[in-house]
């Protein structure tokens, strides 16, 4: 498996501002706060601003400064991170079981089209 930096986990708030700037690509804190609004109407630019800088410095994100305003990308695809998140949660809740952590992900309680989903993906492995 090839070495990928060492980035430290995003914390909640962290994955909170990835999942709005995933879909961005990359984007100035401004667009970043435009958009976390939508669904947190209290949460400040500044408060935007600041987060960045802070995931900036952990190597969360990578930050274009040939602009007046800095541009900012995630450090990692959505993938990598969820996959490398996925298997620290693996190991440490589940004791290295995919087989206990799905099983666990199942009983939570899924709606019937994503019991679809799944029972497609599954069938469709099987070929």
Known sequence: MPSTP?????TAAELDLLQVLWPLGAA?????????QKNRPDVTYATVLRLMQIMHGKGI???????????YAPAQPQDSLQTKLLKDLMQRAFAGSAKA??????KSGISKKERAEIEKLLKDDDK
């Open 101 to 106: 952590l799905v099983m666990a992900a199942l």
């Open 28 to 36: 100035t804190a401004r667009q970043v706060h435009e958009a976390m």
């Open 61 to 71: 994100l990578i930050r274009d400064e040939s602009e007046r305003s800095h541009v």
């Open 6 to 10: 060492d980035i430290p986990k995003p």
